[in-house]
T-cell receptor
Framework: GAVVSQHPSWVICKSGTSVKIECRSL??????MFWYRQFPKQSLMLMAT?????????EQGVEKDKFLINHASLTLSTLTVTSAHPEDSSFYIC???????????FGSGTRLTVV | QKEVEQNSGPLSVPEGAIASLNCTYS??????FFWYRQYSGKSPELIMF????GDKEDGRFTAQLNKASQYVSLLIRDSQPSDSATYLC??????????????FGTGTRLLVSP
């Protein structure tokens, strides 16, 4: 079945630094990538949606200059958290959708802790 | 009103019983409905999806959709302790750009006791 590889699985960074999270579709072409954030005991909140080769569409309240999304190829999308702060500590999950597909394949998630 | 609503639980059932999880949604234009299972600290995993009114069965799981009532449910038969997790209901909406995003409920925590 469809597999999305997400790295790193966890990361600890200092406040003010930037962190890049990668999601790769291993056996299908991810035409659309969704990026979610999940705080403890809360549900997944969509941050942004990106199509390959296009600028990402951000949800209301999500700072596009802080959460940089790149979807340069059909197999790779990245989320960069710039100038991270402790309040950015969360579980970040990507979800990919392929051409003509109705399913959404999730990555394994990245636990970000900003200290 | 939240777009997708679920009772947070926990829903406690004994092993072997039927667990019934419910979800309501507000957008009548919703087209597709998904149930995910999420273990603590892990990413959601798809259980099943449903598009048409009625029931859809897959092994021990049955999804039920009633678009008129804007209601979708998940039944788990012969519940096992390994089914203990948070169950997320998700709904997809059409978008002008032609792709659909998922909107998640807050999830229902299920506890199956041995």
């Amino acid at each position: 079945g469809a597999v999305v590889s997400q790295h790193p699985s966890w990361v600890i960074c200092k406040s003010g630094t930037s962190v890049k999270i990668e999601c790769r579709s291993l056996d299908f072409q991810a035409t659309t990538m969704f990026w979610y954030r999940q705080f403890p005991k809360q549900s997944l909140m969509l941050m942004a949606t990106s199509n390959e080769g296009s600028k990402a569409t951000y949800e209301q309240g999500v700072e596009k200059d802080k959460f940089l999304i790149n979807h340069a190829s059909l197999t790779l999308s990245t989320l960069t958290v710039t100038s991270a702060h402790p309040e950015d500590s969360s579980f970040y999950i990507c979800s990919a959708r392929g051409t003509g597909g109705k399913g959404y394949t999730f990555g394994s998630g990245t636990r970000l802790t900003v200290v | 009103q939240k777009e997708v609503e679920q009772n947070s639980g926990p829903l406690s059932v004994p092993e072997g019983a039927i667990a019934s999880l419910n979800c309501t949604y507000s957008d009548r234009g919703s087209q597709s409905f998904f149930w995910y299972r999420q273990y603590s600290g892990k990413s959601p995993e798809l259980i099943m999806f449903i598009y048409s009114n009625g029931d859809k069965e897959d092994g021990r799981f049955t999804a039920q959709l009633n678009k008129a009532s804007q209601y979708v449910s998940l039944l788990i038969r012969d519940s096992q302790p390994s089914d203990s997790a948070t169950y997320l209901c998700a709904v997809s909406r059409g978008m002008n750009t032609g792709f659909q995003k998922l909107v998640f409920g807050t999830g229902t925590r299920l506890l199956v006791s041995p």
